[in-house]
């Protein structure tokens, strides 16, 4: 079945360092990718989408590109900041014809001392 | 755009008793509405699906008669757990998908409430 695979965590980076974190993805059809992040407490907030192959999804310093031939949606970040830490969760999306439903990877912490 | 609240915030009930936990979509209508269950430090897990005038559809292994969903109008749907036991206690967390968004619901992106933390002694 559709499943989502993230690296595990907790991922410690000290401030102004590179982020990466792998995802990669088993579906049928052509889903759309997501990463959402959740802060501590807090319900999930979209960070980034990409809805076909080779699209890039960006927003705040963060970026993930669509690779169907590795069937991957890493995501990167050139420089950290304390405010970065949450735990953030892949994800995809079945055709709104299989019900629509968003299926997540397990979330990877990550945390940035100054 | 494209908020989502959800009451309370928090939750402590005692065991036995039933708590009613409420997701509305503030500035859109919803279609569809999801409401998931996470517990610490894991992921989310998908409960069921409401479309707004059917009835829901359960995840396998979720009893329907202990998490009743309702979703009666296309801005609200609610949430009782029944008869709430201390494993019941967790974070539930709902997401709309709606029309009148930027994108149109063929973008089919879900928009996240704030979550309930349910506690039960």
């Known amino acids: 079945g559709d499943s989502v695979t993230q690296m595990e965590g907790p991922v410690t980076l000290s401030e102004e360092a590179f982020l990466t974190i792998n995802c990669t993805y088993t579906?049928?059809?052509?889903?759309?990718l997501f990463w959402y992040v959740q802060y501590p407490g807090e319900g999930l907030q979209l960070l980034l989408k990409?809805?076909?192959?080779?699209d890039k999804g960006s927003n705040k310093g963060f970026e993930a590109t669509y690779r169907k031939e590795t069937t991957s949606f890493h995501l990167e970040k050139g420089s950290v900041q304390v405010s970065d830490s949450a735990v953030y969760f892949c994800a995809l999306t079945l055709p709104y014809n299989q019900g629509g439903k968003l299926i997540f990877g397990q979330g990877t912490e990550l945390s940035v001392k100054p | 755009g494209a908020v989502v609240s959800q009451h309370p915030s928090r939750v402590i009930c005692k065991s036995g008793t039933s708590v009613k936990i409420e997701c509305r979509s503030l500035?859109?209508?919803?279609?569809?509405m999801f409401w998931y269950r996470q517990f610490p430090k894991q992921s989310l897990m998908l409960m069921a699906t409401?479309?707004?005038?059917?009835?829901?559809?359960?995840e396998q292994g979720v009893e329907k008669d202990k998490f009743l969903i309702n979703h009666a109008s296309l801005t609200l749907s609610t949430l009782t757990v029944t008869s709430a036991h201390p494993e019941d206690s967790s974070f539930y967390i709902c997401?709309?998908?709606?029309?009148?968004?930027?994108?149109?619901?063929?973008?089919?992106?879900?928009?996240f409430g704030p979550g309930t933390r349910l506690t039960v002694t």
């Open positions: 579906a049928t059809g052509y889903p759309s």
């Open positions: 997401s709309a998908v709606g029309s009148g968004l930027a994108g149109g619901s063929s973008s089919y992106e879900q928009y």
């Open positions: 500035d859109f209508q919803a279609t569809t």
């Open positions: 409401s479309n707004e005038g059917s009835k829901a559809t359960y």
């Open positions: 990409a809805t076909k192959a080779d």
